[in-house]
């Protein structure tokens, strides 16, 4: 992966809200980039080296019918690095999978850093959004 890739990452419909304020249309909450307990620290994202967001959007949500996801938002490995979060790309379970590392973080740091991450993500933008309901 390069300086300049993409990470992306799938968005849970959860994890939008809707912005009443701005004339954005939705946001998104610093939960898309914090890992959860089943993560074990490791963020999953795909590598835009290999998948567009749209593509990637089909090949997480045909996983699983289980899997849902309202988008695709991204971070890239530069701005993962600006924060100190290492990334990598291990093609487990599947080619293209990668992961940011957030190992070695207390809970505060790790909220510190997710929304950051976030940050990065909303200027950036949607990549990927799906129409209608998921």
Aim: aromatic letters at 10%.
């Amino acid at each position: 992966m390069h300086q300049t890739t993409l990470l992306l990452r799938q968005v849970h419909p959860s994890f939008v809200q809707a912005n009443k304020i701005s004339s954005q249309v939705f946001s998104i909450t610093s939960q898309v980039f914090r890992p959860t307990p089943k993560d074990q620290n490791q963020l999953s994202v795909y590598n835009s080296n290999k998948y567009t967001p749209q593509e990637s959007h089909a090949h997480f949500t045909a996983i699983d019918t289980s899997y849902k996801s309202h988008g695709v938002v991204a971070v890239s490995v530069q701005e993962c690095d600006m924060e100190g979060l290492k990334c990598e790309e291990n093609n487990i379970p599947f080619d293209g999978h990668s992961f940011i590392d957030f190992n070695m973080l207390s809970g505060s740091q790790i909220e510190k850093k997710a929304k950051k991450l976030r940050n990065y993500a909303m200027e950036r933008g949607w990549l990927y959004e799906q129409s209608g309901e998921n």
